[in-house]
């Protein structure tokens, strides 16, 4: 380099590039080197003054020069950017070693877990789901199931009456009778998971509103066989592979003949214990074939059809499933009572 003081601008600069510490030094450098105002750009007038022999060294040198800056400045500048990105990424950093915060979920209520897996399990083996209204007639929660007026069955379900003939029902069996209604005669497979209420003192075991599962299925051919087979099927996939069931004879309006199902002790495994007051079964659910006079009332021909029926109270399988003591606590909303349900994990 000829023009000493070109040099010394280079150096200079260079030096200084070296040093700057972050971006408004670089800013600055850029400025004082390469700027309007800069020596450099005050030098370009000196051009003029020169012999027409030293004017392209000059030239060059400036250009260079100017070149040799710029490339410095852009390449310190963007080392600085990187170092201050590297440096914000140290600073953000996330510490996925932190555990999170646990937000508060709640907990299905049992009757509701139960009430779905027991849904699931007779939708599994081909069943519909059908509905029918809380608030019933006289003719379908009792007439057309064989429970006529001054029936002493009627006793056992005193309910809630909006008038003489307009009622709470006192049980899911009424969705019978509408299914019937509603098939014309065809076959029917169906499950009515829903509420129920009686004039009850609530207790431990009692409740003046529960809810119950209604099944009917109606063919050609059906026999207690298919009843039991179902029902055999239900409480093993509800309570384990392990549970046997009994068909006990008992009696109901809309079912002949009728029978109460009991599975065996899940505490003694049926050698008798203080669970099962010493019999080895508990009992869970009624159920039957479905009434000639029921089958004649909606619409069938009991010599060509026949059917089977069951009731199966949900919170009775909840308490036994969970070990409930209480049937309120399903109503009451007590979160340290749900709060055992929540799901794990
Ligand atoms: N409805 C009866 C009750 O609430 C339960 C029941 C028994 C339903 C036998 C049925 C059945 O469908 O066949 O006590």
Request: charged share 35%; proline share 10%; net charge negative.
């Given at each position: 380099m000829q023009n000493e003081k070109i040099k010394a601008i280079l150096e200079e600069g260079l030096k200084q590039i070296e040093k700057a510490e972050n971006l408004d030094d670089i800013n600055e450098l850029r400025n004082r080197y390469l700027g309007k105002k800069s020596e450099l750009a005050s030098m370009g007038s000196i051009i003029a003054t020169l012999p027409v022999e030293e004017k392209k060294t000059f030239g060059q040198e400036m250009n260079e020069t100017k070149t040799t800056l710029a490339n410095a400045i852009d390449e310190r500048m963007n080392a600085l950017k990187a170092k201050a990105l590297e440096e914000k990424l140290q600073r953000e950093t996330?510490?996925?070693?932190l555990p999170g915060r646990e937000s508060n979920l709640g907990a299905r209520n049992p009757f509701h877990i139960v009430k779905d897996e027991m849904t699931e399990i007779f939708l599994g083996m081909g069943f519909e789901v059908a509905d029918g209204p809380e608030i019933e007639t006289d003719n379908y929660n009792f007439e057309l199931l064989n429970?006529?007026?001054?029936?002493?069955?009627?006793d056992m379900q005193d309910t809630f009456y909006i008038d003489e003939n307009t009622l709470l029902r006192t049980h899911t069996s009424p969705v019978q009778a509408r299914t019937m209604e509603k098939a014309q005669g065809k076959p029917v497979r169906i499950i009515c998971p829903g509420k129920t209420y009686r004039r009850d003192d609530d207790d431990a075991t009692h409740s003046h509103q529960f809810a119950q599962i209604e099944g009917l299925v109606i063919d050609?051919?059906?026999?207690?066989g298919h009843l039991k087979a179902t029902l055999e099927l239900f409480a093993k996939k509800m309570f384990g592979e392990k549970r046997e069931i009994r068909l006990r004879s008992s009696y109901f309006p809309f079912t002949e003949p009728s029978v109460e199902v009991d599975i065996t002790c899940a505490n003694c495994g049926g050698k008798g214990c203080n669970m099962c007051k010493g019999t080895g079964y508990i009992e869970i659910l009624g159920g039957g074939m479905v009434h000639p006079n029921v089958l004649k009332m909606n619409g069938y021909d009991p010599e060509q059809y026949s059917g089977f029926a069951f009731g199966i109270g949900i919170e009775r399988v909840a308490i036994l499933r969970y070990g409930?003591?209480?049937?309120r606590k399903f109503y009451n909303n007590d979160v340290r009572f749900l709060h055992q349900f929540k799901k794990k994990g």
């Open positions: 996330i510490d996925i070693s429970i006529p007026k001054d029936h002493p069955a009627r050609k051919n059906i026999n207690i409930i003591d209480d049937i």
